[in-house]
Structures are given as C-alpha cells and as structure tokens.
C-alpha cells in the first residue's frame, strides 16, 4: 500500500541537531495521521511528531520546543528536525502512517545521542 524510508540517522553529540527524512511511495494525503515515532531497547515505541494533512502539528512534551516536523507539497516527503538533542533521544526512529485503518511503517533509522 504505501512505502516509507527513512534517512538521516547517525550519531551526533548531546545539544547537536540532526534532520530525518521520510520518503513515501506514494501521497501521504490520505493518510488519517502521518508522522514519527521512535523506539529504544527494551522500551515501547512512543509517538515523537504528528502532522496532518492541513498542517497542524502535535509534540508530547519530551520532544516538544526542540523537534519539528513538515512535510513538502505533495507529501511525498517527511522531515522531522531535531535540535538541542539529548542522551535520552536515543533510539531507532520510523516513519508512520495511518491509512484505512492500517499501520504502515519504515524499517527505522538510528540515532545515536552521546558524547
């Protein structure tokens, strides 16, 4: 249904940014949510960024004033910045989204915050 690659992952040290992207196979228009989540061992996958079709965006409060995320036009592409980073950012994070009910994931890209 819909394909998703992430990029831009890497090691970066704490208070550096880094820029993910997500490539889509197809528009993310459709889908009833699309955005980040991300995953460290041992832990739940939490949500990191949401944006909607008409652009409004939502941050839990770990991630929120230091991470923003946007989309192109024709969103077909996903970006989330990330600045001011943390030790605690850790983990592998994956591209998502919601569409007709069904969960589509990227296979997730890792970043590494340490000094």
């Known amino acids: 249904q819909v394909q998703l690659v992430e990029s831009g992952g890497g090691l970066v040290q704490p208070g550096g940014s880094l820029r993910l992207s997500c490539v889509a196979s197809?528009?993310?228009?459709?889908?009833?949510?699309v955005g980040w989540y991300r995953q460290a061992p041992g832990k739940q996958r939490d949500l990191v960024a949401v944006?909607?079709?008409?652009?409004?965006?939502n941050y839990p409060n770990s991630v929120k004033g230091r991470f923003t995320v946007s989309g192109d036009n024709a969103r077909k592409m996903v970006y989330l910045q990330m600045n001011s980073l943390k030790p605690e950012d850790t983990a592998v994070y994956f591209c998502h989204c919601l569409y007709n009910g069904m969960n589509f994931w990227g296979k997730g890209t890792l970043v590494t915050v340490s000094s």
């Open positions: 197809r528009s993310l228009f459709s889908c009833n949510t």
């Open positions: 944006i909607t079709s008409g652009g409004t965006t």
